[in-house]
């Protein structure tokens, strides 16, 4: 059992995607987090560290190999996402990262989409100029 107990789950709003198909969702979470998220700092209460949203997390996201519209829905609470999200464990920075590159901080955290909980994994990259959100995924899909 995990040693925090996780109170939040942060609900996405479904009526923001309404009608949509995965390419307008794409597009409307690319201007969203333009315009609400990007350039925000968030400290995350488990870890008690802050993280900024910069401009590559969100290529990160919508540039993925593997995406799905629970993936991109997402974006909308991120912030409440890292907010309340569990540390789990650091990975080693890889040989093609630049030298600024410390490593990475995975974090876990539940979000409701659809009435229907899933289970995210967000990164965190550390670098010598502080922590900024990398990417975000879901992990498990359960009903709940």
Same mark, same amino acid.
């Given at each position: ?12 709003? /479904?009526?923001?995607?309404?009608d949509m198909n995965l390419s307008d969702i794409k ?12 350039? $925000? &700092?968030?400290?995350?209460? #488990?870890? @008690? +560290? ?7 997390? +969100? $290529? #990160?996201?919508?540039? =993925?190999?593997? @995406?799905? !519209?629970?993936?991109? !829905?997402?974006? &909308? ?7 309340? =999200? /569990?540390? &789990?464990?650091?990975? /080693?920075? /890889?040989?093609?990262?630049?030298? =600024? ?14 009435? !229907?909980?899933?289970?995210?994994? %967000?990164?965190?990259? %550390? &670098?010598? #100029? ?5 990417? #975000? =995924?879901?992990? +498990?899909?359960?009903? $709940?």
């Amino acid at each position: 059992m995990s040693k925090y107990k996780q109170q939040i789950i942060p609900a996405v709003n /479904e009526s923001l995607f309404k009608d949509m198909n995965l390419s307008d969702i794409k597009k409307f979470v690319r201007k969203y987090y333009n315009e609400n998220i990007k350039g $925000e &700092t968030v400290k995350n209460k #488990h870890k @008690g +560290i802050s993280v900024r949203f910069t401009r590559k997390g +969100i $290529e #990160h996201v919508v540039y =993925a190999r593997k @995406g799905g !519209k629970e993936k991109y !829905k997402a974006v &909308t609470v991120l912030q409440e996402m890292m907010r309340n =999200a /569990e540390y &789990t464990n650091f990975k /080693e920075k /890889e040989n093609k990262d630049v030298k =600024a590159v410390l490593g990475y901080l995975n974090f876990k955290v539940k979000v409701n989409i659809d009435k !229907k909980i899933h289970s995210f994994r %967000l990164v965190v990259r %550390l &670098t010598v #100029h502080g922590n900024f959100f990398y990417d #975000h =995924a879901v992990k +498990i899909k359960s009903k $709940e």
